[in-house]
């Protein structure tokens, strides 16, 4: 029984001081300015703003979880993936058949419940969508790109 205290007492020194140096590794919190951010049918955009804006803009809302690693780095590497796959503050820079392929997978991936992750709307209630926002969203990727009203920032 003594090895097992000591040798559970070195484990959590361990992990202490793991978590402590993880603290170093900081991750880059950036906005961009918005150089290509879109409007659209005042219904909509205030629902993407509040389920898909943290990771899908240049406007992220850094939470305070965002300053602790390990955790600070899932944070950062689903905002860059989420920026990289689609970013709203960049619409307008892309062309209508890539924004046409943009709106065909939002159309996807809300009504197969792929957005916004299920692990991101536990600390964001406000995030999740209800049906009928999903019925929103679904109605207006249905719409052709150009008839996205675009506005250069």
Known sequence: MRGF???AKIGVLVLVVAFAAA?????????PPARADFSTDPAIK???KKACYDCHSNETVWPWYSNVA?????VGSDVDEGRQKLNFSEWGNYTTGVQGDKMKKIAEEVKEGGMPPWYY????RESRLS?????RIRDWTS???GDVALKRE
């Open 5 to 7: 205290r000591r040798d």
């Open 23 to 31: 603290q170093a590794f900081r991750i880059e919190k950036t906005n």
């Open 46 to 48: 205030p629902i993407l």
């Open 70 to 74: 390990p955790v600070s780095w899932m």
């Open 121 to 124: 709307s536990i600390m964001h």
């Open 131 to 135: 049906p009928e926002e999903r019925q």
């Open 143 to 145: 719409n052709a790109p």
